[in-house]
């Protein structure tokens, strides 16, 4: 007899991991149309928030390494969405910075966030909920960014 803390269904793990793998799904139609992916649009929102960043400061703001970002930002680039350039008061700091396409972007995905959020709300995810959902989500994400890599 399996143990209960090996059933699959009791992994917290699989169901974040389940949940993240189908919201990442919902977003690509909506996404594909104008031919990005779904880790592109999180750079965009990191962008529109705060335009010409530090390649290290996106990278950080997505719980990425800089590794993993790069040629991500390179592929937007080639595409026209952004443009990266050497800093000034720092040469080995390249800025990304949006480019008038990156943008127009926003515009154009403006009823994605709605979208998204419509097809996850449910009994127990509501409009006043989620709030809760998201402190809860961020109070897992800042636990374990802090645990030892």
Same mark, same amino acid.
């Given at each position: 007899? @399996? ?54 400061? #996106? ?35 390249? #800025? ?24 996850? @709300? ?17 109070? @897992? #994400? ?8």
């Amino acid at each position: 007899m @399996i143990k209960e803390e090996f059933k699959l269904d009791n992994q917290l793990c699989f169901r974040l991991y389940t949940a993240s793998r189908l919201l990442t799904q919902a977003y690509h139609p909506l996404l594909s149309e104008h031919g990005l992916t779904y880790p592109q649009y999180l750079v965009l929102l990191v962008l529109w928030e705060k335009d010409a960043q530090p390649v290290n400061d #996106i990278a950080k703001r997505l719980y990425l390494e800089t590794n993993t970002v790069t040629p991500l930002l390179q592929r937007m680039e080639k595409e026209g969405v952004l443009s990266r350039k050497r800093g000034e008061k720092d040469a080995r700091q390249m #800025i990304v910075s949006l480019t008038r396409k990156g943008r127009d972007l926003q515009k154009k995905l403006t009823d994605v966030p709605k979208t998204v959020g419509d097809a996850v @709300i449910c009994d127990s995810v509501t409009p006043d909920s989620a709030p809760d959902l998201f402190r809860m989500l961020d109070d @897992i #994400i800042s636990k374990l960014n802090s645990l030892p890599q």
